[in-house]
C-alpha cells in the first residue's frame, strides 16, 4: 500500500442513514485534511488534523463527524445527510513543515444521498 | 474572504503546442503555490509547487510566480493530449492550522491532436 487510500470509493446513502469514510495514508506524514469538491465549485476544506489533533472545523454542518485516532487513519461519520451533501470527498495528507505543505490526495469518495 | 481565482475555460491547445494557465491570488500573505492536475472523475494529482519569485521548470512543466502582482502561471510544453484535464491552482490558507490549502476552481485544458 502506497500513499493516500480511501474507502469506499462509491456510497449512496438514504438521508436517514449512518455511515463512515475511511482514509490511510502511508506516508509518514502527520497532518491529515477532509475537502469536499461539489460540481462547479472550489475544493472546500471541510478538517485539518495535526498530529491527531483537530486543527480546523471549516463550519461544517454536525451532521458530518471526524475522528482522527492516529496519525496514519482518518475517518468522517456522516449521520442524516442531504442531497445537497453529494459530492467528491477526498482525504489528503502532509507533513507540516514551515515553507511547504504539499498535499497528496486519496482517490476520493463519490457520494450520492437519495 | 481569501480567493484563489482561475479562468475555467476550457483552453482549447493544438498537440505540440505550448499551454499557458493562469491564477491570481488574494491573500498577500500566502507563501507556498501549487499546480494540481486532476482527470475526469479521479483526485487531484501534485504536479508542481514553488515557493520563491521566478520560474521553476520540471520536465515539461514550468511554473512561475511573482508575488509582487499576486500571480502564478503553468506552462506546458509540447503539450500532448494526455495533458488534457482541469487544471487546480491554490495556495496555502493562513488558516488557523496554518497548513491547508486554498484551491482555485481549475481551467480545464483541451489538447487537441
Known amino acids: 500500500e502506497t500513499g493516500v487510500t480511501q474507502t469506499p470509493r462509491h456510497l449512496v446513502m438514504g438521508m436517514t442513514n449512518k455511515k463512515s469514510l475511511k482514509c490511510e495514508q502511508h506516508l509518514g506524514h502527520n497532518a491529515m485534511y477532509w475537502y469536499k469538491q461539489s460540481a462547479k465549485k472550489p475544493l472546500e476544506l471541510m478538517f485539518v488534523y495535526n498530529f491527531k489533533e483537530q486543527t480546523e472545523n471549516n463550519s461544517v454542518p454536525s451532521r458530518f463527524s471526524p475522528e482522527c485516532p492516529n496519525s496514519s487513519h482518518l475517518f468522517l461519520h456522516l449521520h442524516t445527510l442531504q442531497p445537497e451533501d453529494s459530492a467528491l470527498y477526498l482525504c489528503?495528507?502532509?507533513?507540516?513543515?514551515?515553507?511547504?505543505?504539499?498535499?497528496?490526495f486519496g482517490q476520493g469518495t463519490r457520494l450520492t444521498v437519495v | 474572504q481569501k480567493e484563489v481565482e482561475q479562468n475555467s475555460g476550457p483552453l482549447s491547445v493544438p498537440e505540440g503546442a505550448i499551454a499557458s494557465l493562469n491564477c491570481t491570488y488574494s491573500?498577500?500573505?500566502?507563501?507556498?503555490f501549487f499546480w494540481y492536475r486532476q482527470y475526469s472523475g479521479k483526485s487531484p494529482e501534485l504536479i508542481m509547487s514553488?515557493?520563491?519569485?521566478g520560474d521553476k521548470e520540471d520536465g515539461r512543466f514550468t511554473a512561475q510566480l511573482n508575488k509582487a502582482s499576486q500571480y502564478v502561471s503553468l506552462l506546458i510544453r509540447d503539450s500532448q493530449p494526455s495533458d488534457s484535464a482541469t487544471y487546480l491552482c491554490?495556495?496555502?490558507?493562513?488558516?488557523?492550522?496554518?497548513?491547508?490549502?486554498?484551491f482555485g476552481k481549475g481551467t480545464s485544458l483541451l489538447v487537441t491532436p
Open positions: 514553488i515557493y520563491s519569485n
Open positions: 491573500d498577500r500573505v500566502s507563501q507556498s
Open positions: 489528503a495528507s502532509s507533513q507540516e513543515v514551515v515553507g511547504t505543505t504539499e498535499a497528496f
Open positions: 491554490a495556495s496555502d490558507a493562513n488558516s488557523n492550522s496554518g497548513y491547508a490549502l486554498n
